[in-house]
């Protein structure tokens, strides 16, 4: 198909079948009311009269009987149950799978028609025989439209209110289409009909709209309504052209309606905009950063103060319209997080267990790519908390809780990131089952000096896995490590906490934006670095007490606080002599506060992050370049996993496979 | 354009860029060939073996930028002013990679038609023999004419620079 709204009908399909799903799970918690089963109706309907549109009547079919089972259920005919939300749900599926095969642009395959057949009929036995008439006569009309060849067309027609008394009947022209192929759909246009004073018995006020499969071309076709040519408005259209004006008339009917109906408030106006465009926009105003940042130095170089101050105040604007342009990417977590009802609804059944998803801070916002990428890492915790985490309804009630178990879903922000939750009130995790197993795997040789934290961190190791036995969801071992991966390629970290008997909360904590970060440049030997500014706390001098125990005391006294330190020089193994003066700046990161010691401040800056290339996939402790005002490239500190690599080299006689790990 | 497209092509794909690096010459398609920059320091990228110099601005993208003489496991060669960096397109799997190179001089474009083209030696060759696309004849003498998807493997490199990263952490007995 090489129809242009066919993307369109596509899209539009899914979010409305996304609604649907929120919709039906709703229902099927037994929590919804008239609104929920208006809103699955809706996008029943709505996806259904699109279809037929594009002709995809496998689609309409279906979706026809599933709408008029919705029609009784909303006019109270039919209850809404558990167990028909349970079919709807199937129904939706398979309504997802016949746009997906549109999607794909494949030909439909039998065994979807049959599992669409069987689901049918699996519909009509709960609501009982009188839809199953519905169905059969959509089958007629599938066969039909199938028998049916040649091309499709819409034609419009409106007679004249004086073609009755002009002496022609307007039914006679329709009747006579029929001989030139099939009429396959006719709808009665009775917009101009007047009110019962006004009517005139002898006038025409009727219009016809119909869709006719016939192999007879244009003119053919015109050529029916030749003898009422001067006493109607026609219009005949190819069917491709007729669904392309029809979805963009669409869009706005709906939105009327909607807005008319007051389901959704009026100022959600939102806009379709493809995300190369964005991408390209968030692109350039990298560049205007970098050019900005480029002529603030000139300026102050050249010490003219108007010039200063009207690159100051340009400046702040740069900055508002980078804030904006970032704001354009930033999605609300919610509808990801939504999606695992299903999920949990559906493997919560799988293996026995009764099982509730609690929903926290769905209107947090982050980057779309981020949410993108971290739908994964989320699925696998979820499984893993429902498959692991939470006990059978059993063992719950043995232990006093309640039968039903919770995972909980959370999004909050926190200094400068996004962290993400993802909670169960199951076991935890037992220390010496995990201690057990990674002596078993030659992880570690002895566990007993290792705290909790410690220990749990351990399950992120690469082929780790303490489940008993491997289930189908989960327990195969290749399960942490790559949720440990997955985040840390977004510049995220990975904690865990547990308690024996209460439950496991994962926390994932995320970068705002992948695209530019606050920064605060430091220079060791030649070399300048940059260190995400939110991370930074103060910077305070290196004493010269400390510069003479090199190699032996790491760590200051901060205002009577033990700080240990890392020395970036030699972290890098940069070539230099050490500078004259030393400054330690004080990071806090992850809950633990540490010192990198750099020879120059060189203050705060914007900076747009530029990947570095596939090549240095591989480097810890870096996390992406930057381009400075000067046009020199200076590289962002990736302070997380710089962190990590202290700890576990200070860790090393304990636990010496960590410090190769990744 | 008088010339159809399909010739000009051919007319390219036997076209070489020659450089020297140490004393040898060496060619290399201009296919693959973007630009060729002056020699400007890179930013160097820590923990990253010898052949990585580091990454430079090429018009706001990060490049990294590979020592060809480190590569073919030689010392590296003094920067010199005739020091350049071509900048290299490789394409493995349909991906592609942007990768600068240094080399110590650029020669000129040469046209080396198939003919004069011989098969790599099996050994004999001051670099691997997989390096080798081919020797072509110019002028008399023999010059190695690379296989830039080879010598710049994407792949290889990275597992290389895993390596030197791995060394990096201290007492990782």
Redesign the interface.
């Known amino acids: 198909m090489t129809d242009t709204a066919l993307p369109t009908f596509i899209a539009e399909s899914r979010e409305l079948l996304a609604e649907m799903e929120v919709a039906l799970l709703e229902c099927e918690q037994g929590n919804a009311g008239p609104e929920a089963v208006n809103a699955i109706f809706r996008a029943a309907h709505t996806i259904k009269g699109s279809s037929g549109l594009f002709g995809l009547d496998g689609i309409v079919a279906f979706t026809h009987v599933v709408e008029s089972v919705l029609d009784r259920v909303r006019a109270a005919a039919l209850p809404m149950d558990r167990a028909l939300a349970a079919i709807l749900l199937e129904c939706r599926d398979h309504i997802e799978r016949l746009v997906g095969v549109v999607a794909d642009g494949k030909a439909d395959d039998g065994d979807l028609i049959a599992a669409g057949e069987r689901l049918l009929q699996k519909l009509n036995m709960h609501t009982g025989g009188s839809s199953a008439s519905a169905a059969n006569t959509d089958v007629v009309a599938t066969a039909a439209y199938a028998a049916a060849p040649g091309e499709r067309w819409h034609i419009s027609v409106m007679f004249h209110t004086e073609v009755l008394r002009n002496g022609m009947d307007p039914l006679s022209f329709i009747r006579y289409l029929s001989t030139l192929g099939e009429i396959t759909h006719l709808q009665l246009n009775t917009e101009r009909l007047p009110s019962p004073e006004d009517f005139d018995a002898e006038a025409c006020y009727l219009g016809f709209e119909i869709e006719l499969a016939s192999q007879e071309g244009r003119q053919r076709i015109e050529g029916a309504f030749e003898f009422v040519r001067e006493d109607c408005t026609l219009q005949i259209r190819s069917k491709a052209q007729a669904a392309y004006e029809a979805t963009a008339g669409r869009e706005a009917e709906t939105r009327d309606a909607r807005s008319a109906r007051d389901i959704k408030s009026a100022d959600n106006r939102s806009l379709r905009v493809d995300g190369d465009k964005l991408d390209k926009l968030i692109d350039l105003i990298?560049?205007l950063v970098?050019a900005g940042a480029a002529t603030t130095i000139t300026a102050r170089k050249a010490g003219l103060s108007e010039l200063n101050e009207s690159t100051l105040r340009l400046a702040r604007l740069v900055e508002e319209v980078r804030d904006q342009a970032l704001k354009l990417r930033m999605v609300q977590i919610g509808p990801t997080f939504s999606r695992f009802q299903r999920v949990v609804r559906d493997v919560a059944r799988e293996i026995g267990k009764e099982i509730r998803l609690e929903i926290g801070g769905a209107e947090t916002e982050l980057d779309k790519t981020l949410i993108e990428s971290i739908t994964d890492p989320l699925t696998h915790l979820v499984r893993n908390a429902i498959d692991h985490g939470i006990e059978t309804a059993d063992v719950r009630r043995a232990r006093g809780k309640g039968a039903e178990g919770v995972v909980r879903l959370e999004a909050y922000h926190d200094s400068g990131s996004v962290v993400i939750e993802v909670a169960d009130d199951g076991g935890g995790l037992k220390r010496e089952r995990i201690l057990a197993k990674a002596i078993e795997r030659g992880l570690i040789t002895d566990g007993s000096s290792l705290t909790d934290s410690q220990v749990f961190a351990l399950i992120f190791e690469p082929g780790f896995s303490t489940a008993e036995q491997v289930t189908n969801l989960s327990g195969r071992g290749v399960g942490m490590d790559v949720v440990k991966r997955n985040v840390n390629a977004l510049r995220g970290t990975v904690e865990l906490d547990s308690k024996e008997g209460e439950g496991t909360t994962v926390r994932i904590r995320l970068p705002l934006t992948l695209a530019i970060i606050d920064g605060f440049l430091v220079g060791v030997g030649g070399?300048?670095f940059v260190i995400p500014l939110e991370l930074v706390e103060e910077c305070v001098e290196l004493g010269d007490e400390h510069r003479s125990t090199d190699g032996e005391q790491r760590y200051i006294n901060l205002r009577g606080a033990v700080l240990p330190f890392i020395r970036l020089r030699e972290?890098?193994?940069?070539r230099s002599t050490a500078a004259r003066r030393e400054s330690i700046v004080v990071i806090r990161c992850a809950g633990q506060r540490f010192g990198i010691v750099v020879d120059e401040l060189l203050g705060e800056l914007q900076t747009v992050i530029?990947?570095?290339?596939?090549?240095?996939?591989?480097?810890?402790?870096?996390g992406g370049?930057t381009?400075l005002g000067t046009?020199?490239?200076?590289?962002i500190l990736d302070v997380p996993s710089l962190l990590d690599?202290c700890l576990?080299?200070s860790q090393?006689?304990v636990a010496?496979r960590i410090?190769?790990a990744d | 354009m008088t010339i159809p497209a399909d010739n000009e092509r051919r007319h390219d794909q036997n076209q070489y860029l020659t450089f020297v690096l140490g004393r040898e010459t060496f060619a290399l398609g201009i296919l693959s060939i973007k630009e060729i920059l002056e020699y400007s320091a890179?930013?160097?990228?820590?923990?990253?073996p010898a052949f990585?110099r580091g990454?430079?601005?090429l018009r706001?993208?990060?490049?990294?930028v590979v020592d060809l003489s480190a590569r073919f496991g030689r010392p590296s060669t003094p920067v010199t002013k005739k020091t350049c960096v071509v900048i290299i397109e490789t394409t493995v799997a349909e991906e592609s990679?942007?990768?600068g190179v240094v080399v110590d001089a650029v020669n000129e474009v040469l046209e080396i038609p198939d003919t004069e083209i011989e098969p790599a030696p099996g050994f004999g060759a001051s670099i691997r023999a997989d390096f080798i696309q081919g020797m072509g004849k110019v002028r008399g003498k023999f010059v190695i004419i690379l296989d830039v998807n080879r010598v710049l493997c994407?792949d290889e490199?990275?597992m290389l620079?895993?390596a030197a990263?791995?060394d990096?952490?201290?007492?990782?007995?």
């Open positions: 990298g560049e970098t070399s300048s972290m890098f193994a940069i530029k990947p570095l290339s596939r090549l240095f996939s591989r480097i810890r402790g870096i370049s381009i046009g020199q490239l200076a590289l690599l576990s080299s090393a006689p010496p410090a190769l | 890179p930013t160097e990228i820590p923990m990253m990585i990454v430079v601005n706001g993208a990060a490049v990294p990679h942007i990768i994407i490199m990275e620079t895993q990263t791995g990096a952490v201290p007492s990782a007995a």
